[in-house]
């Protein structure tokens, strides 16, 4: 992979077609652009040539700093030359390793790098047509041939020959990760948040950094009594407008 660094134009620099995220703290943005324009720019980000211009691969927070809160025109960056689905490990990745990462991104960037990893078998890309389904269906089937195991029940040979085929593969990716952990345990307590939340427990969540226990708890609110959901929402909504909104003020009072 080869790479070099220089200052490229800011505008000329599109965004990452592999960034999920979609909620950004415009507030420590802005406190990230007093930083560079103190003391410069830390670590540059990562971009890859397409076409005449240049495509991030990381750096989103950094990137919009500069451009949104300073004047400067160009930004220090690491150009290298990959494919798509290396782009989209080196971004899945990366995204994983910030610390202010909600806990449904986090469940969303571990799956971005097990699929990442897995779609170029055949089997595995077979198995669904999203990420996320692909990844709970061959964690679904490994995890039921180990519960059949235990109880000594007999196994298809079409599980076994899946468990045979990415067992092995699915666990040195779950320790590779850069805070390693279990599949079984992401399977069975964190994968189900992803599957099971809709859009404005989503939004909430990324904007409050919600813990687990939080999301469930407003999971269950809103399978007992949609006016107390709702009634959340629109409170979440109100106050993040008026952030909004005096942030804004702000901006022009500069």
Not at 167 to 194: A, C, M, T, Y
Not at 222 to 238: G, L, P, R, V
């Amino acid at each position: 992979m080869s790479q070099k660094t220089q200052h490229i134009p800011i505008q000329n620099i599109d965004p990452s077609p592999f960034q999920k995220r979609q909620y950004f703290d415009e507030e420590k943005i802005r406190l990230l652009a007093k930083s560079i324009q103190k003391d410069n720019l830390i670590q540059p980000i990562i971009v890859r040539p397409k076409n005449t211009r240049f495509e991030l691969i990381a750096g989103e927070r950094r990137l919009r700093a500069v451009k949104n809160y300073t004047n400067i025109n160009k930004i220090e960056a690491k150009i290298i030359k990959v494919n798509d689905l290396t782009a989209r490990r080196i971004a899945a990745a990366e995204n994983l390793q910030r610390e202010n990462y909600s806990v449904i991104e986090t469940i969303e960037a571990i799956v971005d790098i097990v699929d990442a990893e897995l779609i170029e078998n055949k089997d595995y890309a077979a198995l669904d047509n999203s990420p996320e389904k692909r990844v709970r269906k061959l964690l679904s089937q490994l995890d039921s041939v180990r519960r059949n195991e235990h109880r000594k029940y007999q196994r298809s040979s079409d599980s076994k020959k899946m468990s045979h085929k990415f067992v092995g593969q699915v666990e040195k990716i779950f320790q590779n990760l850069p805070k390693p952990l279990e599949w079984r345990s992401f399977f069975n307590h964190d994968l189900s948040l992803l599957t099971d939340i809709c859009n404005e427990i989503k939004e909430i969540s990324d904007k409050n950094q919600l813990n687990k226990s939080k999301i469930r708890t407003l999971l269950d609110i809103k399978k007992e009594s949609k006016n107390a959901f709702q009634y959340i929402i629109n409170a979440n909504t109100s106050d993040t407008e008026n952030k909004e909104a005096q942030q804004k003020k702000m901006n022009k009072m500069k």
